[in-house]
């Protein structure tokens, strides 16, 4: 949500309050706004309540004009912020808040309030302003999304490992017993043309066997239930071994902490797409991971020597950056890229805890 700020008509009351209280045409604009207006003078006297503010928080203005926060604190005049401002001139800039309000009548409401200085002729402080405006539909549209996507997360990794299952019970049992039959058939074969075709065809099931445990730990890495997260990226690192020989993979700030399954799967996978484009796309030679407790949640960083990008706003591409942004964003983080073409990339992600523990890091 955009910041919250002060309308050209507060402003106007902000710098040329008259005698501590707005000339009658100001407070005709003021008192018709949809956000929420009221003011306090330098002693905390409220000398202002707009329409907006008694629909919002149940006081009619008869009640409130006249009488200290200090007596009474309805609306944002409770906020700790306001009563450090009229205590000490802020400077031009006082703060905004975001929390829970109380109602005249004991409902609570989320708010979002801007607070101002207000100027007098001279220059000084003669009171704040506030611009208040309801946002608790908002913030609980914001909470029932993150639940929902708490879900899917939940339930993606659910029938990913289901998948993973039935695959390694059904058909991949059934190629393993089938290239075991043909081992025995080669060895009892006579004929050589027949023995080369059964080989042909043994390789053929072994590489369909390879092909379908990449898969498999691809859509639900078995190490992440095991090892935990450094445990999974080592072995995902591991098979990409082709590009890999000439690279070396360290994990930083051991002993890691612990983390919930959620929190597991999406570090993990934004990991593997990150060591996946150091060593497909920027050749590094080093790359350098870590899982630390920060914040209220975890944070990970990856970097590499190789070569760096020439932009990281862009989600096109190889290097599949707004793929990663996106699923930090879907667990309520965010992710930050450095990168310069000389020097290596640098990809730092942190996201909240979430959940109970259940593996390691």
């Known amino acids: 949500m955009s910041e919250l700020r ?23 604009i003021l008192f018709s706004l949809q956000d929420a207006v009221s003011a306090v003078d330098r002693d905390g006297t409220i000398i202002y309540w707009n329409q907006a503010s008694e629909s919002l928080y149940g006081y009619k203005a008869s009640e409130l004009i006249g009488h200290s926060i200090k007596e009474r604190s309805p609306g944002p005049w409770s906020s700790k912020t306001a009563l450090d401002a009229l205590a000490v001139d802020p400077g031009p800039v006082v703060g905004a808040d975001e929390t829970s309000r109380i109602m005249k009548y004991g409902s609570m409401l989320t708010v979002s309030v801007r607070f101002s200085a207000m100027r007098g002729e001279s220059g000084e402080m003669v009171g704040l302003s506030a611009v208040s405006r309801d946002i608790t539909r908002y913030r609980e549209s914001e909470l029932a999304r993150a639940d929902l996507t708490r879900r899917l997360l939940n339930l993606e990794d659910e029938i990913s490992k289901k998948i993973v299952n039935d695959i390694h019970d059904g058909v991949l049992q059934e190629l393993i017993a089938n290239s075991l039959r043909l081992r025995m058939l080669m060895k009892k074969a006579d004929d050589e043309a027949a023995s080369s075709q059964l080989e042909s065809i043994e390789r053929s099931i072994s590489q ?5 445990r990449t898969i498999m730990f691809e859509v639900s890495p078995s190490a992440l239930d095991f090892g935990g997260v450094l445990e999974a990226l080592r072995e995902h690192f591991d098979r990409l071994h082709d590009m890999s020989e000439q690279t070396e993979l360290v994990f930083e700030n051991l002993p890691s902490p612990s983390l919930s399954p959620q929190n597991a799967s999406t570090l993990f996978r934004i990991g593997r797409e990150a060591i996946t484009n150091a060593l497909k796309h920027a050749h590094a030679s080093n790359i350098r991971a870590s899982i630390v407790e920060a914040y209220g949640g975890y944070q990970m960083y990856i970097a590499d020597d190789g070569r760096g990008m020439t932009s990281t706003k862009s989600g096109s591409g190889h290097f599949g950056i707004q793929t990663m942004r996106d699923r930090a964003e879907q667990d309520g983080g965010h992710l930050d890229i450095e990168s310069d073409p000389a020097s290596g990339t640098r990809i730092q992600v942190w996201i909240p805890r979430v959940g109970g523990v259940s593996n390691r890091i």
């Open 208 to 212: 369909s066997i390879e092909q379908l």
């Open 6 to 28: 002060p309308s050209r008509a507060v402003l106007a009351v902000s710098y040329s309050f008259h005698d501590h209280y707005p000339p009658a045409e100001q407070k005709s």
